[in-house]
């Protein structure tokens, strides 16, 4: 799946960034590939639709000034740290016939019957790997079925995980968890509290008491 985006020459740069922000673009470069670095603006909605699509590990096709479109993948987004908006982006120009590094993220799916019928505990281990493949061979995400953990202490590893071939996961042995069925921790033992009845408890008067008394 290719992604397309249109973008513009930016010309001027510095404070005016804001200035673009606020007409509802966003400041962006584009590099790699014996490109030296060139500053863009994009349409901040068609940039968002785009990037909530592709992610870090789809190819998009760039337009730059209308002219032929470049193959890249979005390498980096800056965000408002409050809003969370997008203030900036990165570009990654790529060669096609280059192996390039890029994040993907793992999707769960399915229902396991020993969370669903022993009451285990669903622990997702790794979220996130980082693979290394040809440009045209990059996938959007890797699905993972947790119908397969049967019972408690049941695990998928990264050898599980079904990936094309041509794409290698770097960073993690075979033998690394990816998910898991933990389980249920025990409930700890109510401790009851019997309140005293009327005279448990009492002190007893002392002897000078009792002479007062009398």
């Known amino acids: 799946m290719t992604l397309k985006l249109e973008a513009k020459t930016r010309k001027d740069l510095g404070k005016k960034a804001e ?7 966003i400041p962006a470069v584009i590099y790699g590939h014996g ?12 940039f968002e639709k785009v990037l909530n699509e592709a992610g870090e590990s789809t190819l998009v096709d760039v ?26 982006a990165d570009l990654h120009q790529v060669n096609m016939k280059e192996k390039i590094n890029a994040n993907v993220q793992i999707e769960f799916t399915g229902e396991s019957k020993a969370v669903k019928e022993d009451g285990g505990v ?11 493949c040809l440009p045209g061979d990059l996938i959007p ?3 993972v079925d947790i119908s397969s953990l049967n019972a408690l202490n049941d695990t998928i590893t990264i ?12 960073h993690h042995e075979p033998e690394d968890v990816v ?34 008394e009398e």
Do not use: C, F
């Open 179 to 212: 998910a898991l069925v933990a389980a249920p921790k025990e409930e700890k033992e109510e401790v009851s509290v019997v309140a005293p009845t009327e005279g448990e408890g009492e002190a007893a008067p002392t002897a000078e008491a009792e002479k007062k």
């Open 63 to 88: 337009s730059i000034d209308g002219g032929a479109s470049v193959k890249t993948i979005i390498a980096d987004v800056q965000r408002e740290p409050v809003k969370g908006r997008i203030i900036h």
């Open 159 to 170: 050898k599980d995980l079904k990936i094309p071939n041509g794409v290698e996961i770097l």
């Open 141 to 143: 995400s890797i699905i």
């Open 19 to 25: 200035l673009l922000r606020q007409s509802g673009k």
């Open 122 to 132: 669903l622990i997702h281990n790794i979220s996130e790997v980082e693979i290394h």
């Open 35 to 46: 490109k030296e670095n060139q500053n863009l603006e994009v349409d901040y909605i068609k």
